[in-house]
């Protein structure tokens, strides 16, 4: 009965060390994810390559950014690769332990540039949703219809079932 009972004890002290264990882990993976998406924002320019989290002071991090090499890379476009490496370390009974995250990067000119695709994107793309003067003619959209159950509805993309359409502030 005592030879069960230590080994039960053993049991539930190696499932806590797990749990413990998998929480670290967790912490790391959480930590190496915010700081990727810190370097993301700044487009992986970092002035330091190594350094500490605010109020986690048992984990720590490292970045190495360095040249990838591929087929893709081409001078003549000006496009060059690098793999961004992000290391969070942290030290458990005596061992240092380590979560790894690793990207690709893009060098060089992004066509279309960055600013221009975002310009676009949040004008309603190359057109224009303004009306010219009083008597701009609205265009009638096709009509469609769909086959749902064996019965054919219309689908007239209007909102709310309302009749016609009208932009707020017009």
């Given at each position: 009965?005592?030879?069960?009972?230590?080994?039960v004890?053993q049991l539930?002290?190696?499932s806590?060390?797990?749990?413990?264990?998998s929480?670290?882990?967790?912490?790391?993976?959480?930590?190496?994810?915010?700081?990727?998406?810190?370097?993301e924002?700044?487009?992986y320019?970092?002035?330091?390559?190594e350094?500490?989290?605010?109020?986690?002071?048992?984990?720590?991090?490292q970045?190495?950014?360095s040249?990838?090499t591929t087929?893709?890379?081409?001078?003549v476009?000006?496009?060059?690769l690098?793999?961004v490496l992000?290391?969070?370390?942290?030290s458990?009974?005596?061992k240092?332990?380590?979560?790894?995250?690793?990207?690709l990067?893009v060098d060089?000119?992004?066509?279309?540039?960055?600013d221009?695709?975002?310009?676009?994107?949040?004008?309603g793309?190359?057109?224009?949703?303004?009306?010219?003067?009083?008597d701009?003619?609205?265009?009638?959209?096709?009509e469609?219809?769909?086959?749902?159950?064996?019965?054919?509805?219309?689908?007239?993309n209007?909102i709310?079932?309302?009749s016609?359409?009208h932009?707020?502030?017009?």
């Amino acid at each position: 009965m005592a030879m069960g009972f230590v080994t039960v004890l053993q049991l539930f002290s190696g499932s806590i060390r797990s749990v413990s264990m998998s929480e670290q882990y967790l912490k790391a993976t959480t930590l190496a994810q915010s700081k990727m998406g810190e370097l993301e924002m700044n487009n992986y320019r970092a002035s330091e390559f190594e350094g500490t989290f605010a109020n986690e002071e048992n984990y720590r991090w490292q970045l190495d950014i360095s040249p990838y090499t591929t087929s893709l890379n081409s001078e003549v476009n000006n496009i060059q690769l690098s793999e961004v490496l992000l290391r969070v370390l942290w030290s458990d009974a005596n061992k240092v332990r380590n979560v790894e995250l690793s990207t690709l990067k893009v060098d060089g000119a992004l066509h279309p540039s960055a600013d221009s695709l975002l310009v676009q994107s949040f004008s309603g793309g190359t057109g224009s949703i303004n009306q010219e003067g009083a008597d701009a003619v609205e265009e009638a959209a096709p009509e469609a219809s769909q086959n749902i159950c064996g019965s054919t509805t219309s689908m007239n993309n209007r909102i709310s079932g309302a009749s016609t359409t009208h932009i707020s502030g017009n």
